[in-house]
């Protein structure tokens, strides 16, 4: 069926490079250190980081996967919008990188950044939203 509303299709990813080694139980460190790519590794970092009220690291973590994302939505034809189903699994570093950045950014006092985020977070998956924001709200 065609879209006639010209919204992009879904940007499904591949499988994270490091998912496996965390769906393993490896530490998270050391997937990132060999899989540096892997944005579940530094998203897995992020919240981690923040759990333990590290806000500096969780950010900086949450950045990373965030760029690392990023990339790879586009070298897979992402151009910036569209839906990114939560249901896909490749496609959740990415979302939890947009709440983590959100949360780490208003621990900082940056609602705006917060907003922002929230925002493309719910734009790109309101079933994300619904999972990782709409709880704490």
Request: charged letters at 25%.
């Amino acid at each position: 069926m065609t879209n006639l509303f010209g919204e992009p299709p879904e940007t499904l990813l591949p499988e994270d490079p490091g998912a496996a080694s965390l769906a393993a139980g490896d530490n998270p460190k050391n997937v990132a250190a060999l899989h540096p790519e892997s944005a579940d590794a530094w998203i897995t970092l992020a919240e981690l980081a923040l759990a333990e009220g590290l806000d500096l690291e969780g950010y900086a973590f949450a950045r990373t996967g965030y760029h690392r994302s990023l990339d790879l939505l586009r070298r897979n034809g992402w151009k910036g919008h569209g839906p990114l189903p939560w249901a896909h699994l490749p496609n959740r570093p990415f979302l939890r990188s947009l709440a983590a950045l959100a949360d780490a950014s208003e621990r900082f006092g940056d609602a705006g950044e917060a907003q922002r985020c929230r925002e493309f977070l719910h734009e790109s998956s309101k079933e994300a939203y619904e999972e990782l924001v709409a709880p704490k709200a």
